[in-house]
């Protein structure tokens, strides 16, 4: 399975490697993508199991 945009999922998931909770806010920080495309790529590490989201809230989320 190959997502659009693999070279900004593989930088996602880099940044949630060395900060295993992260919110989406401190990944465009740390990755410099802008807010849209982290979540897109948090979307899509989702999807395949990779990170889950940990607050059950809509806004201020946090991925493990």
């Known amino acids: ?3 659009e945009g693999a070279a ?3 930088l996602v998931h880099r ?3 060395e900060r295993p909770i992260a ?3 401190w990944l465009t920080q740390e990755t ?3 807010p849209a495309t ?3 790529c948090l979307q899509q590490l989702e ?3 990779v990170v889950r989201e940990i607050t059950g809230r809509q806004r201020n989320r946090l991925f493990a």
């Open 47 to 49: 999807t395949l199991g």
């Open 1 to 3: 399975m190959i997502f």
């Open 23 to 25: 919110s989406s806010a």
């Open 38 to 40: 982290v979540n897109s």
């Open 32 to 34: 410099r993508l802008s």
């Open 15 to 17: 940044a949630l490697l």
């Open 8 to 10: 900004s999922v593989h």
